[in-house]
């Protein structure tokens, strides 16, 4: 549906997407993900026609989007700074886009009712866009990407503004939507959570390149590099010489899976894999701190001469801090990525 060959935006000396190479089939939804300044909201802007792209291609569904203008590209934008028109009330707005392509009004109203019940607002239309809260609005906002039925629906940090829970429920019924809608959908945002819950396929950007692309499974268990672990989450991540079914990491020999790739590459210990003995037993550590996550604690470890260690551990079985532990390491929880 969306093929982009070698997309390039420069600000300046600052290049913010560098020849970034991106197709999307029909009907999948990919999220792109990366820190903050990673180029994400340029790449949809560059697509969306907001933005001049300096080199590449950008087409869809077969249709070259050079130099066609941002309504005519049949692409639905939620944008952060594409505020509801407040003057409207919510129908007004769900319904402005389709009033605008020429839909006769009772088509228009009959697709309206229609989104507005999809997205958990029925019988809303008549309601003044200032009554809403936060969510309601950002459902509205959507109602209103929708209505177009553009061929590629596109969302800037969707769910960005609003508190964890509802941010929770909502990505679920955004997956619902767009699976029953047949909607293709990329979106950007710089949570991994929501990334990995609305995704078929995510895009994880650094400095204006990809980073690394596949399914959530994918790239959550097999990181492409220490910058994708490291964004992940991930802290017990490092250079290390791998032989065999061992690493030699800054915190010694570590056991790897024995099918690991040899050499120098990036090591990955998940937390799950640094397992707490006593202190003649592993690698010395003090304890630093804890912070709990729901079913186990997450341990911070400093060895003394070493990087820091996260090691999740059993609820009961969190070491207090300022007390000095050893640490062994599990393979199985252990991933040699790339060189
Ligand atoms: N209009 C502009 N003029 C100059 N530089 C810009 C402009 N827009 C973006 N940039 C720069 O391009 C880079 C990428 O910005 P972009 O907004 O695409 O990142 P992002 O990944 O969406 O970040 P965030 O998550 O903070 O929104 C940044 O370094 C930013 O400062």
Known sequence: ??????????????????????AVAEHETVCVLGPSGSGKSTLLRAIAGLQTTDAGRISLAGRDLAGVPVHRRGVGLMFQDHQLFPQRDVAGNVGFGPRMHGVPREE?????????????????????????????????????ALAP??????????????????????????????????TTVLAVTHDQGEAFALADR????????????????????????????RFLGFTNVADATVHGAVADTPWGKVPVP???AQGGRTVLIRPAGVRLTGVADGLPCHVEGRTFRGDHVLVLLRPDDAPPLE?????????????????????????????
């Open 258 to 260: 024995a099918d690991a």
């Open 1 to 22: 549906m969306l093929t982009l060959t070698d997309v390039t935006v420069r600000f300046g000396d600052r290049t913010a997407v560098d020849g970034v190479s991106l």
């Open 311 to 339: 090691a999740a551990c059993p609820l009961t079985e969190a070491p207090e801090p300022g007390t000095t532990v050893g640490a062994q390491f599990l393979a199985e929880h252990v991933s040699v990525l790339g060189a």
């Open 202 to 229: 995510v895009v994880v950007m650094d400095a204006g390149r990809i980073a690394q692309t596949g399914t959530p499974v994918e790239v959550w268990q097999r990181p492409a590099s220490a910058f994708v672990a």
């Open 108 to 144: 228009a109203a009959a697709r309206t009712a229609e989104l507005l019940g999809l997205v958990g607002l029925p019988g809303a239309g008549r309601r003044a866009v200032a009554t809403l809260s936060g969510g309601e609005q950002q459902r509205v906002a959507l109602a209103r």
């Open 149 to 182: 039925r553009p061929e590629l629906l596109m969302l800037d940090e969707p769910l960005g503004q609003l508190d964890r829970s509802l941010r929770e429920r909502l990505v679920v019924e955004l997956r619902r939507l767009f699976r029953d809608l047949g």
